[in-house]
């Protein structure tokens, strides 16, 4: 997601617009139906494709002449949201959704702001299999020509361009002498001694050639130089600025440590992972007295995670890769949308391959030299990895202009480890589902339906949490019971025992009796609703009065104390 000061300049910059442009959209009004919505939706995505912008933009609370906030009631509740973004991808092509929805409060009035993905390259998207566009402000049919267009376009490979003078000696040497044993190692392993024994006598020059790292006739590419060119080279692949960024931050978020990293990037990868700390992570399985201990970090995982980033960078859009380093998770962001697809479909379908790459010569040298594996596999891989170590799944988050991946390195909820150990045949489909409930994220009406199915999870959207069933299971029936909230009779009665024992209580008396012994899936506020709601309930029932005034003189008496005798 946006942070609040990244969505705060978007908000900026699209209302100082001089006027709606073919991707952006702003509705004044508080509703509008979901098939002129659907429409829009085709429109924009159309619009931005064909406008070389990574997504167009549908903002309700602002005025579409005069760009002033006059704030929206549109779909006010997480519920309403949810259920729009669903039922817009059932009549999209291939049901692509909304990239995010944004609530945001401006002048204290409440904006909504609808990011709508670029059509893919060769696709144009059509809502109940019509296209439409936009002529200025105005909403239409998409035209023809400008469907013929939108799956003509090619993307550009930035990374197959020939970097105008360089030459093979700005490459480093040493890079060079890596890349070839990485070579000869997946040669060998993959029972090609033949080729593995040309590279290892061959010239740099051939080596190269035959890896398709340079051209066939020598020349340079830019994948060449980002993988290995020499740190001075960097200058040959101008406007763009080639860098990898590590930061290390501590327990209270603040910066201890930075380094910054150019070209060579098979060489500065290695050096990234010098300096992350793998510490180890001890826990301890259900029925044993034994902790078992394990590196924080599968290193596989994290090559994977910073090696994707590299790979499906938008170097055109001048970014940085960063890898942010804290006590608990790495975070790897890289710049540009998610390019192929959506993550789901790579995690719960190994052999799910993606239409297209983004850069796919540093695609090809980047699987040549043992980086990644170029049928992407690699987001389903990862998933996997971390359900074997039982800890929390990769966390993705993709944005219009970044995508972001967390890899954790400690165990969150202790249910959800020993469910992954005692049950290794779960439907990776309920892993994913339990993972965000342990996570606290928000679940899909698919998978409340399908966890409730299996009766796996208890409680009310948005506070579910792990049911006794599976709370049995994994011995966990001391923290299921703190999470399970007791019948009312039981406050009740800790009330009715307490006035009857004392006589009067001050409201922040019976707060002080109940608040530890409400659930703990409940946050400080509805803690004391809750206790609120009780007295109110014993009240109008005839068992408790307030003998003072409402707020700090209130004091809670019984009515009929000899009914307790």
Not at 399 to 405: H, L
Not at 472 to 500: C, G, M, N, P, R
Not at 516 to 531: A, G, I, M, P
Not at 560 to 565: E, I, K, V, W, Y
């Amino acid at each position: 997601m946006l942070t609040d000061k990244e969505l705060k300049l978007k908000f900026d910059e699209l209302q100082n617009l001089s006027t709606e442009t073919e991707w952006v959209e702003f509705k004044p009004k508080s509703g509008i139906d979901l098939h002129n919505l659907g429409r829009y939706f085709s429109a924009l995505s159309n619009e931005a494709r064909l406008h070389n912008k990574e997504c167009g933009w549908i903002v309700f609370g602002v005025d579409d002449k005069t760009h002033q906030i006059v704030g929206t009631n549109y779909k006010d509740t997480p519920e309403s949201l949810d259920k729009l973004k669903l039922e817009i991808t059932q009549d999209t092509t291939n049901g692509i959704g909304f990239l995010a929805v944004y609530e945001v409060f401006e002048s204290n009035k409440r904006v909504l702001m609808f990011a709508v993905p670029s059509a893919p390259y060769g696709m144009p998207i059509a809502w109940k299999n019509k296209f439409y566009g936009r002529d200025g402000s105005s909403l239409g049919d998409l035209k023809q020509d400008e469907i013929d267009r939108i799956r003509d376009l090619k993307q550009k490979d930035w990374s197959s361009q020939i970097c105008g003078d360089a030459r093979v000696e700005h490459l480093d040497k040493g890079a060079i002498q890596l890349a070839r044993k990485n070579f000869i190692d997946k040669a060998r392993h993959e029972e090609s001694g033949e080729l593995a024994k040309m590279i290892s006598q061959c010239t740099d020059e051939t080596f190269l050639k035959k890896t398709c790292i340079i051209t066939p006739n020598g020349k340079v590419t830019r994948s060449a130089l980002l993988l290995l060119g020499m740190p001075e080279s960097a200058y040959f692949l101008n406007p763009a600025d080639p860098q990898l960024t590590w930061v290390l931050y501590d327990d209270s978020g603040n910066k201890r440590d930075y380094e910054h990293f150019g070209p060579p990037y098979l060489v500065s990868v290695e050096r990234i992972f010098q300096k992350i700390r793998n510490l180890k992570h001890r826990y301890l399985p259900p029925n044993t007295l034994f902790p078992t201990e394990i590196q924080q970090y599968d290193d596989w995982v994290l090559r994977e995670a910073l090696n994707n980033a590299i790979v499906h960078q938008n170097y055109e859009m001048n970014g940085r890769i960063v890898v942010k380093e804290y006590s608990d998770r790495i975070v790897f962001t890289n710049v540009g949308n998610f390019f192929s697809g959506d993550v789901e479909s790579f995690i719960l379908d190994p052999n799910h391959v993606p239409n297209s790459y983004r850069n796919p010569w540093l695609c090809t040298a980047m699987h040549t030299l043992k980086m990644i594996d170029k049928l992407g596999s690699g987001i389903a891989r990862m998933s996997e990895v971390q359900r074997r170590r039982f800890f929390p799944l990769p966390e993705w988050d993709i944005q219009p202009d970044r995508v972001s991946i967390t890899v954790y390195g400690k165990i969150l909820d202790k249910k959800f480890t020993n469910i992954l150990i005692e049950k290794t045949d779960l439907d990776l489909k309920i892993v994913l589902a339990l993972d965000r409930v342990q996570k606290r994220k928000p679940l899909s009406i698919e998978q409340i339906k399908l966890l409730k199915s299996k009766k796996l999870i208890e409680g009310r959207k948005p506070n579910f949490f792990i049911s006794e069933k599976i709370a049995q299971v994994s011995d966990s029936k001391v923290q299921y019971t703190k999470q399970k909230a007791f019948d009312d009779k039981y406050y009740e009665d800790l009330i009715l025992s307490f006035l009857k024992q004392h006589m009067k209580a001050t409201p922040e008396e019976l707060r002080d009796l109940l608040l530890n012994k409400l659930s703990d899936r409940l946050n400080e506020q509805q803690r004391r609703h809750k206790v609120r709601n009780v007295t109110q309930k014993m009240a109008k029932n005839g068992f408790i009065k307030n003998l003072g005034k409402h707020g700090k003189g209130a004091v809670w008496v019984l009515i009929r104390p000899n009914d307790l005798d």
